[in-house]
């Protein structure tokens, strides 16, 4: 944690907060628009689409523009990417996910027993910089800057340097946005999660999703 304090400097502004996460990462049993910048979708770690509940209706979701990168909404409303379990034949799990709490943008990136898969880091970090273009009034060159503090601390998350808590590194003022890394508290997916919270999201809209 030192060395991502000294890394930052000043520039880290620490909130203490409990983020509106869902703490639950989901996994079952089978059977049972995107920025020109990204060449491949996000969600596109293994072909689950045999394994996948039948989709639903279209959605009228500000955030549907997320299936045009592979992820699935849920009964609740959230968005989620599922992956195959390696380990377990016939298992998936939710690899990414993005909610609306209480008008708030949540997204997390799940690491199961606090490893990433490969791929994991570039997807997660596409993911929210794809959100955070799209939901914060962020300059390109702010941008560029919030896409290097998120690289990096999701690279001293899997060398080891970050240990999970309940602590938020803000990133972004204007939207309040802050990331974390926290553990899970239950659910059948034990680990960690690489969070960010989006508190004043724009182009949202009021449609929300009751947080677990």
């Known amino acids: 944690m030192n060395t991502f304090l000294r890394f930052f400097g000043a520039a880290a502004f620490i909130i203490y907060a409990v983020a509106a996460v869902s703490d639950v990462a989901s996994s079952q049993e089978a059977p049972t628009a995107s920025p020109d910048r990204i060449t491949q979708k996000i969600c596109s770690f293994d072909a689950v689409e045999n394994l ?7 959605s009228n979701s500000p955030i549907s523009y997320l ?10 409303g959230s968005w989620v990417c599922y992956v195959n379990d390696r380990n377990k034949e016939g298992r998936y799990y939710t690899l990414l996910k993005v909610q609306q709490i209480d008008g708030k943008l949540v997204a997390s990136s799940f690491l199961e027993q606090g490893s990433l898969i490969e791929g994991q880091e570039n997807r997660s970090l596409d993911l929210f910089m794809t959100l955070i273009e799209n939901h914060t009034n962020t300059s390109q060159e702010n941008r560029q800057s919030i896409q290097k503090y998120l690289e990096t601390f999701i690279s001293l998350v899997r060398s080891g340097k970050i240990q999970p808590s309940r602590r938020g590194y803000l990133f972004d003022q204007p939207s309040r946005s802050f990331v974390m890394y926290h553990p899970l508290k239950e659910g059948e997916l034990k680990g960690t999660a690489v969070t960010i919270n989006i508190n004043s999201p724009s182009k949202l809209g009021s449609s929300q999703v009751r947080s677990f």
């Open 52 to 58: 996948l509940p039948p989709l639903s209706q279209q």
């Open 67 to 76: 299936a045009q990168q592979g992820f699935t909404q849920s009964p609740d």
